[in-house]
């Protein structure tokens, strides 16, 4: 984290000293201005976190720096300094919004005990419109469930690289949980007391996106009557997620591009650049290869956010963990003692899940909320996922997504569950198959299945 920086503005050469002096002796980074309107100047450019100003100056007051600082940042704190006898005025300027003041003369320690009360109220300001980022962020966020073998891989890997800085890209289809993700490399992170901060890319107009990324300077644009901190710099030392990464606008991408080489940014408008200590967790349901070919996702920004790629399976590619997610929701909406019978349980299982663990819980409200009797039947299902299910179940063989299906991943399947019906016995499964065992061995060894702990049998 950077120092805190002060902005001292007194047209007295001698007193203007003393404080840089002391303020630096303390351990703060100082920037000073002779001038009202020097130090509005330097305001701008610098977005110090705290300016200490003399109330009596020629030309710009102490009184119209604060009022203009003030339009521009109300959360900026202004510390006045006044001549003894002047302690009227600094009322006045207090219910204009100074945050406090000291009378001349005042002395080294009142000074620092001023100044260390006002970055320690800036602090807890800032932390708490973090929080409130962060908990508007949340809203509908669900506990990670699983305990299929596709997800303790996903742990494993989480456990491995929250400690590291690197840049963690996950992919996967909507609805997968990807945030959640995010969330638990946040949690396990060194920064897991920092903020986290989500803002998705898809979801802001593309004219206000860069804005909400990097923040802008009062004036930098039409409406822009204040300076505005961007959801990159909210996200000094935390993690900033990037949801939809995939749909930012390729003239932003060399921006942000930047911000991951130099951790820097420049405000819109702005004309001096901002150190900023984040780690970026990014994430995209779009296909990669077919983006880079395209040119709308350049290749050097993808490889800087993906110096981890995570990739999270559809719910359809672990089944198992269905029945699971399915009491943990019942749970969450306080229906912990409803039971979902065998029949219902199992048409749940068979259906695809196209939306993935979002439209599973979606579903599990909806079956508990017009449910007919104490607990779930097959009857209690809704029909779509019946019949889909049901098809697959005794009749149909291949039930596939409206979306499309990879038919490699479709030969895996069908084979590991061969397998697993015949205990994995390669030559019943084959016969099962009606396929030539030699033939069997070979999608075995082409597709790397082998029985769990055991090998081939």
């Known amino acids: 984290m950077m120092k805190p920086v002060i902005l001292v503005v007194d047209d007295d050469t001698s007193l203007r000293r003393v404080l840089e002096y002391n303020l630096t002796a303390a351990g703060y980074s100082v920037i000073a201005a002779s001038s009202g309107e020097e130090g509005l100047t330097l305001y701008t450019r610098n977005r110090p976190s705290l300016v200490i100003t003399d109330m009596n100056m020629p030309g710009m007051s102490g009184m119209q720096l604060l009022a203009s600082i003030k ?102 289809e909507s609805g997968t949980g990807k945030e959640l993700v995010a969330r638990a490399i946040h949690g396990q992170s060194g920064r897991k007391n920092g903020p986290f901060v989500a803002i998705n890319c898809a979801a802001i107009p593309h004219d206000l996106l860069e804005s909400e990324l990097f923040g802008h300077v009062k004036g930098a644009f039409t409406g822009a ?86 990739h999270l399976p559809p719910l359809r590619e672990r089944r198992e963990d269905i029945p699971l997610l399915v009491r943990h929701f019942c749970s969450k909406l306080g229906q912990d003692l409803v039971r979902f019978d065998k029949d219902a349980m199992e048409v749940m299982t068979l259906y695809s899940w196209p939306g993935n663990v979002r439209e599973l819980e979606n579903t599990v409200e909806r079956i508990l909320i017009l449910r007919s009797g104490e607990n779930v039947s097959l009857d209690d299902i809704p029909d779509k996922i ?9 009749g149909k063989v291949v039930n596939l997504p409206e979306d499309g299906y990879s038919l490699e991943q479709l030969e895996r399947e069908v084979v590991e569950e061969a397998l697993e019906r015949n205990q994995w016995n390669q030559t019943a499964a084959a016969r099962f198959l009606r396929i030539p065992r030699h033939t069997l061995i070979y999608r075995m060894e082409k597709y790397g299945i082998a029985a769990p702990g055991q090998g081939e049998r």
């Not at 962020?137 to 996903?154: C, L, N, Q, Y």
């Not at 940014?265 to 395209?294: M, Q």
């Not at 019946?386 to 005794?394: D, H, L, N, T």
């Open 386 to 394: 019946r019949r889909r299910s049901g098809a697959a179940a005794v």
């Open 71 to 172: 339009e521009r940042s109300p959360e900026t704190l202004v510390i006045l300094i006044t001549a003894f006898g002047s302690v009227d005025m600094a009322v006045e300027a207090m219910k204009a919004g100074a945050y406090d003041y000291i009378t001349k003369p005042f002395n080294r320690d009142e000074l620092l005990l001023t100044v260390a009360k006002a970055l320690q109220f800036t602090g807890l300001a800032q932390e708490n419109r973090r929080l409130k980022s962060e908990l508007a962020d949340r809203s509908g966020a669900r506990p990670f469930v699983g305990t299929s073998p596709a997800m303790e891989k996903i742990f494993q890997v989480i456990s491995k690289v929250a400690d590291s800085d690197a840049s963690v890209l996950v992919t996967g």
């Open 225 to 310: 009557v204040k300076d505005k901190v961007g959801k990159l710099e909210l996200a000094d030392g935390g993690t900033i997620f990037l949801d939809e990464v995939g749909e930012l606008p390729i003239e932003l991408q060399s921006k942000l591009l930047r911000v991951l080489q130099e951790r820097e940014i420049e405000p819109v408008g702005g004309v001096k650049t901002r150190k900023i200590d984040i780690r970026v967790v990014s994430a995209t349901n779009i296909d990669i290869d077919k983006a880079l070919a395209a040119g709308t996702l350049r290749e050097d920004i993808y490889y800087r956010l993906a110096v981890i790629p995570l």
